[in-house]
Nanobody
Framework: QVQLVESGGGLVQAGGSLRLSCAAS????????MGWYRRAPGKQRELVAT???????NYADSVKGRFTISRDNAKNTVYLQMNSLKAEDTAVYYC?????????WGQGTQVTVSS
């Protein structure tokens, strides 16, 4: 089993920054890709950014150049540095971790950007 604990959400003004963290406790599970997804009010969940354990990254077009994903494989922790935040970034952000077979989700952390 894998448990994901997220932190770092909150309220910020447009143009500001936030850093999300997600720590995975993985007993006898090898984690491959870790990343972040978000669900805005009234919308479907969408990919924000992912990173493989080899360091390959994938970003949504809407966050390229503003968000940076990073990872500490030794700690099974993934981070999302969010800069130049916009009101449309307001959403619940979910951490995701994938093993070879399963996909695990965190409980979500609210990010609210005031304009």
């Amino acid at each position: 089993q894998v448990q994901l604990v997220e932190s770092g959400g909150g309220l910020v003004q447009a143009g500001g920054s936030l850093r999300l963290s997600c720590a995975a406790s993985a007993d006898d599970v090898s984690i491959n890709t870790m990343g972040w997804y978000r669900r805005a009010p009234g919308k479907q969940r969408e990919l924000v950014a992912t990173m493989t354990n080899g360091g390959n990254t994938n970003y949504a077009d809407s966050v390229k150049g503003r968000f940076t994903i990073s990872r500490d494989n030794a700690k099974n922790t993934v981070y999302l540095q969010m800069n130049s935040l916009k009101a449309e970034d307001t959403a619940v952000y979910y951490c995701n971790a994938q093993s070879r077979i399963f996909s695990f989700w965190g409980q979500g952390t609210q990010v609210t950007v005031s304009s």
